[in-house]
């Protein structure tokens, strides 16, 4: 069983590299990840981010003008057109903001997620149960979602490419060029913020295990027949184990809680755009190209995935933060030792106010109920489409 779970978390951490690697293609993450003495840091590297920075700019007002100059003749296609630019300068916007004026506060995010993850895995090397720390990243669930956001990116990847290579001129290919640049660079938004949360969700559902299996079990062997009282060495290790546990739970809610604030406008206007761009997409595959676009289609479906993977990221993020208050602590070891007393106390008080919650701008609860309510509305649009294709004989 651990070897299953070493594997999928080695390829966990192969994929968040190469994902790594996308972004710094594309000019949305200006820095890179080194192993030092003291485990993995993100860098500075200023001169890679003013190239990014000035080489975006130069593309946008390339990528403008190109849209500038199309002439659409059918109002549909110029609506579509006019949410996928605004869309994509707002995403711009947010990308240029975050390496020139955010950059320092995105380094402290980025280098505080890896810290968290090395003091995590110290504090388990020595559970019986990992048998020493690891490398990797996350369990079988975090394997699952970055493979399937592996996939929507190759496909956003590899729908972008073929257009490129199809141009005929110089000025075609450049406009396509542009427009691929921004376009996937927007979509990298989205993509921070999956992994964002999925790493939340990482951390919790590490040290929950901790505390489920070790920690519990160090608490229940203080226990003794007889009532003879545990010696002062065990309960202060133990206690100091307490100690830690709670210190890791505050760092990771105030950490997510960071990261939330920083990037919950980003995430409302990235879910309103997905979800606008499926709604005339979804026109288009139902009413004008009555089903025979399978690339429209699967752009629909890819939407959705995007936003589905980002919301069971943020889910599974909450979740995890409230499932430790049911692991069971308060049965442990109680000592009449009022240190020991007050120490326990504290723990469990710190169990119950830790929570992790996700609502970007206080308007909704980004939940798997949030997917439903998606699913529900496409399906209702879809209907009322294929009705009025119906009736109108365009069907």
């Not at 192993?35 to 390339?62: Q, S, W």
């Not at 199809?166 to 542009?178: K, P, R």
């Not at 100690?243 to 990771?252: F, Q």
């Not at 980004?366 to 294709?389: K, P, R």
């Amino acid at each position: 069983m651990y070897s299953r779970r070493i594997t999928a978390s080695a390829l966990s951490a192969i994929i968040l590299r190469c994902g790594l690697h996308y972004g710094r293609i594309f000019g949305v993450i200006d820095f890179g990840v080194q192993r030092t003495d003291r485990g993995l840091l993100a860098p500075k590297r200023e001169g890679f981010k003013c190239f990014c920075i000035l080489f975006r700019v130069v593309l946008v007002g390339l990528y403008l003008y190109y849209a500038y100059s199309m002439h659409l003749s059918d109002f549909y296609l110029e609506l579509l057109s006019s949410i996928h630019i605004v869309g994509c300068l707002t995403c711009t916007v947010f990308i240029l903001l975050l390496q020139f004026w955010y950059g320092e506060r995105v380094l402290r995010i980025v280098n505080s997620f890896l810290r968290l993850f090395r003091r995590v895995r110290t504090l388990t090397a020595t559970s019986a149960k990992t048998s020493g720390s690891y490398n990797g990243y996350g369990c079988t669930r975090e394997f699952v979602l970055l493979l399937l956001k592996a996939v929507s990116i190759c496909y956003e990847v590899g729908c972008q490419f073929p257009l490129m290579w199809a141009s005929h001129t110089v000025h075609e290919f450049l406009g396509t060029f542009c427009n691929m640049y921004v376009t996937i660079g927007s979509l990298i938004v989205m993509h921070i913020g999956f992994v964002g949360y999925l790493s939340v969700g990482a951390l919790y559902s590490e040290i929950n295990s901790y505390v489920r299996h070790e920690l519990c079990h160090k608490l229940r062997s203080l226990e003794r027949l007889g009532g003879n009282r545990p010696s002062s060495r065990r309960l202060r290790s133990v206690g100091n184990r307490l100690d830690e546990c709670i210190g890791i739970y505050d760092a990771i809610q105030r950490l997510g809680s960071s990261f939330h604030k920083f990037y919950e406008l980003p995430l409302c206007l990235s879910m309103l755009f997905h979800f606008l761009t499926m709604i005339l997409v979804s026109y288009e595959v139902i009413l004008r190209s009555k089903f025979r676009s399978f690339t429209l289609l699967f752009l629909v479906i890819k939407l959705f995935v995007d936003a589905a993977l980002i919301t069971l990221a943020a889910h599974g993020a909450v979740s995890s933060s409230r499932l430790v208050r049911r692991i069971g602590v308060e049965n442990c070891y109680v000592s009449e030792d009022n240190e020991w007393h007050m120490k326990m106390e504290l723990f469990l008080n710190r169990l119950n106010i830790y929570e992790f919650r996700v609502r970007p701008l206080g308007l909704f609860e980004l939940s798997n109920e949030l997917i439903l309510v998606f699913l529900s509305a496409m399906v209702t649009y879809h209907t009322y489409i294929i009705q009025f294709g119906l009736q109108s004989h365009q069907i």
